[in-house]
């Protein structure tokens, strides 16, 4: 069988994107959506993503690690999707989606950029050394000297495979503040189990942190990720976060077929 796919990027968080409006991706092949992720024997991506029909939206976002499991929230590839989307004509340039931790809205303009509403934060953990959030996919934040040559991927999988985070582990956010709107950012990713490029709801995550400690009372800020620039702005009220937007460039790559 002959699989159709499409590559798509956003800050280097890359994905694999299956158009699945005909229902016809063995969706519960763990095996083959880690193949299909494969840098060296498949296609290759930090995670895998299928565009479906949905009764009350304009479409439904289904995740997968590259891991071959089905994951939470991603952010980037959230907002590539809704690239995708767009050249696939099933939206226009404003969208509304499903995804496993409910509805979005996001928008898309003429250069690329996508602006991508996630989930209100109302619960934050603060602790001496880090806090704990979920803004779709649960994240530990950490500030850190000398962000630059940090050992990300073993300090990172020392934290999501600790006692802290039990079985299910947390992505792992290393972070260090640049100005009182930038902060810099390096993400160990569970289900990719190393770092990227990138990550949405890292960045997302660490932007409100970022507020909750009083690291900056900045509402809009920039988070630069190792594969480029990512923006999130929000409104806070009563130490609760509404209207969170992750805004940064969706680019498609490139687009083929390969045997399954």
Do not use: W
């Amino acid at each position: 069988m002959l699989l159709n796919f499409y590559k798509y990027q956003g800050t280097g968080n890359d994905f694999v994107m299956i158009d699945n409006r005909d229902e016809t991706f063995p969706k519960e092949d763990t095996k083959l959506i880690a193949h299909l992720c494969d840098r060296r024997f498949g296609i290759g991506g930090d995670g895998l993503i299928l565009l479906e029909n949905d009764p009350e939206t304009d479409f439904k976002m289904v995740y997968y690690n590259s891991d071959g499991n089905q994951s939470t929230m991603c952010g980037n590839g959230g907002r590539c999707l809704v690239a995708f989307a767009k050249q696939m004509k099933v939206i226009d340039n404003t969208a509304t989606f499903n995804a496993i931790d409910g509805l979005h809205h996001a928008s898309i303009s003429p250069n690329g950029i996508v602006s991508l509403q996630m989930i209100d934060v109302d619960k934050i953990d603060n602790t001496t050394n880090y806090s704990f959030l979920n803004t779709g996919s649960p994240h530990h934040v950490q500030l850190v000297d000398d962000l630059e040559n940090y050992n990300v991927k073993e300090n990172g999988a020392a934290l999501r495979y600790g006692k802290l985070y039990g079985n299910a582990g947390s992505n792992i956010n290393f972070v260090k503040k640049i100005d009182e709107t930038t902060f810099a950012l390096r993400t160990y990713e569970r289900g990719v189990e190393d770092e990227t490029l990138a990550c949405g709801t890292g960045a997302t995550a660490v932007a409100i942190a970022m507020n909750a400690t009083g690291q900056t009372d900045a509402t809009a800020l920039n988070i630069n990720v190792e594969g480029g620039k990512l923006a999130v702005s929000f409104d806070k009220k009563d130490n609760q976060y509404t209207n969170v937007f992750l805004i940064g460039p969706a680019e498609f790559v490139f687009a083929g077929t390969i045997t399954i």
